[in-house]
Protein backbone atom coordinates (compact mmCIF):
# COMPACT_ATOMS: atom_id res chain seq x y z
CA UNK A 1 0.00 0.00 0.00
CA UNK A 2 2.63 2.29 1.05
CA UNK A 3 4.42 2.13 -2.24
CA UNK A 4 0.79 2.60 -4.34
CA UNK A 5 0.94 5.78 -2.30
CA UNK A 6 4.57 6.80 -3.14
CA UNK A 7 3.65 6.20 -6.93
CA UNK A 8 0.43 8.27 -6.59
CA UNK A 9 2.24 11.43 -4.75
CA UNK A 10 4.85 11.18 -7.15
CA UNK A 11 2.68 11.19 -10.39
CA UNK A 12 1.15 14.11 -8.93
CA UNK A 13 4.34 15.79 -8.47
CA UNK A 14 4.91 15.69 -12.01
CA UNK A 15 1.47 16.73 -12.85
CA UNK A 16 1.63 19.76 -11.03
CA UNK A 17 5.54 20.41 -12.21
CA UNK A 18 4.53 20.00 -15.93
CA UNK A 19 1.43 22.11 -15.57
CA UNK A 20 3.80 24.96 -13.84
CA UNK A 21 6.51 24.43 -16.07
CA UNK A 22 4.16 25.04 -19.34
CA UNK A 23 3.16 28.08 -18.04
CA UNK A 24 6.43 29.13 -17.00
CA UNK A 25 8.17 28.54 -20.14
CA UNK A 26 5.01 30.19 -22.54
CA UNK A 27 6.25 33.38 -24.64
CA UNK A 28 5.29 35.99 -23.13
CA UNK A 29 4.39 39.14 -25.35
CA UNK A 30 6.69 42.16 -25.98
CA UNK A 31 6.29 45.63 -24.32
CA UNK A 32 6.27 48.49 -27.10
CA UNK A 33 7.54 52.47 -26.60
CA UNK A 34 9.12 54.99 -27.91
CA UNK A 35 10.58 58.63 -28.10
CA UNK A 36 10.51 61.46 -30.09
CA UNK A 37 13.50 63.54 -30.92
CA UNK A 38 13.96 66.59 -32.59
CA UNK A 39 16.35 67.10 -35.23
CA UNK A 40 18.09 70.59 -35.13
CA UNK A 41 17.13 72.77 -38.27
CA UNK A 42 13.95 70.73 -39.17
CA UNK A 43 11.08 71.68 -36.70
CA UNK A 44 8.84 68.70 -38.88
CA UNK A 45 11.52 66.37 -38.28
CA UNK A 46 11.80 64.06 -35.36
CA UNK A 47 13.68 61.10 -34.26
CA UNK A 48 11.21 57.53 -33.38
CA UNK A 49 13.39 55.58 -31.03
CA UNK A 50 11.97 52.79 -29.88
CA UNK A 51 14.90 50.74 -28.37
CA UNK A 52 13.48 51.19 -25.32
CA UNK A 53 11.38 48.05 -25.89
CA UNK A 54 12.01 45.16 -24.44
CA UNK A 55 10.38 41.69 -24.67
CA UNK A 56 11.07 39.11 -21.99
CA UNK A 57 11.87 36.58 -23.91
CA UNK A 58 14.64 39.08 -25.79
CA UNK A 59 13.20 38.21 -29.56
CA UNK A 60 11.90 41.77 -30.78
CA UNK A 61 11.60 40.67 -34.53
CA UNK A 62 9.91 43.55 -36.13
CA UNK A 63 8.82 47.47 -35.28
CA UNK A 64 5.82 48.44 -37.55
CA UNK A 65 5.22 52.22 -37.29
CA UNK A 66 2.19 53.68 -38.61
CA UNK A 67 2.43 57.49 -39.22
CA UNK A 68 -0.57 60.00 -40.75
CA UNK A 69 -0.51 60.24 -44.68
CA UNK A 70 1.91 62.53 -46.50
CA UNK A 71 5.00 61.66 -43.74
CA UNK A 72 7.79 60.63 -45.45
CA UNK A 73 10.14 57.94 -43.28
CA UNK A 74 14.19 58.05 -43.53
CA UNK A 75 15.28 54.82 -42.04
CA UNK A 76 18.51 53.01 -41.87
CA UNK A 77 20.53 52.42 -44.88
CA UNK A 78 17.47 53.89 -46.81
CA UNK A 79 14.50 51.95 -45.80
CA UNK A 80 11.34 53.38 -46.71
CA UNK A 81 9.10 50.67 -45.74
CA UNK A 82 7.30 51.23 -42.05
CA UNK A 83 8.06 47.90 -41.49
CA UNK A 84 11.72 47.29 -40.27
CA UNK A 85 13.96 45.33 -38.33
CA UNK A 86 15.43 48.76 -36.78
CA UNK A 87 14.02 50.16 -33.80
CA UNK A 88 14.64 54.14 -34.59
CA UNK A 89 13.74 55.92 -37.91
CA UNK A 90 13.48 59.62 -38.87
CA UNK A 91 9.95 61.14 -40.30
CA UNK A 92 9.44 64.24 -41.84
CA UNK A 93 5.89 65.16 -40.78
CA UNK A 94 6.16 68.00 -43.38
CA UNK A 95 4.85 70.99 -41.25
CA UNK A 96 3.96 71.79 -37.82
CA UNK A 97 1.34 70.33 -36.22
CA UNK A 98 0.08 67.31 -34.07
CA UNK A 99 0.17 64.01 -35.77
CA UNK A 100 -0.69 60.51 -34.24
CA UNK A 101 2.13 57.74 -34.19
CA UNK A 102 1.72 54.56 -33.65
CA UNK A 103 4.11 51.26 -32.91
CA UNK A 104 3.91 47.91 -33.13
CA UNK A 105 6.29 45.56 -31.37
CA UNK A 106 6.52 41.94 -32.95
CA UNK A 107 8.25 39.17 -31.63
CA UNK A 108 9.61 35.63 -33.31
CA UNK A 109 6.40 34.25 -31.79
CA UNK A 110 3.99 36.62 -33.55
CA UNK A 111 3.30 38.40 -30.23
CA UNK A 112 2.25 42.08 -30.13
CA UNK A 113 2.47 45.13 -28.42
CA UNK A 114 1.09 48.54 -29.40
CA UNK A 115 2.16 51.79 -28.49
CA UNK A 116 0.66 55.73 -29.51
CA UNK A 117 1.03 58.81 -29.02
CA UNK A 118 0.26 62.14 -30.29
CA UNK A 119 3.56 64.43 -31.16
CA UNK A 120 2.86 68.17 -31.25
CA UNK A 121 5.59 69.84 -33.67
CA UNK A 122 8.36 71.35 -33.08
CA UNK A 123 9.13 69.87 -30.24
CA UNK A 124 10.87 71.56 -27.48
CA UNK A 125 14.37 71.75 -28.07
CA UNK A 126 16.61 68.59 -25.72
CA UNK A 127 19.11 69.77 -23.09
Same mark, same amino acid.
Given at each position: MRSARTVAVGVLT???LALVGCSLFQNRPPVAVFVAHPIEGH???VTL? @????TDPDGDIQWYYWELQDAVRVFAPLG???????????G @????????Y???????????? @?SVFGRRLVL???PED
Open positions: LSVPAWD @ASGSYTTLQTSSAVI @ADFGTEGELVRLTVMDKQSN @APLP
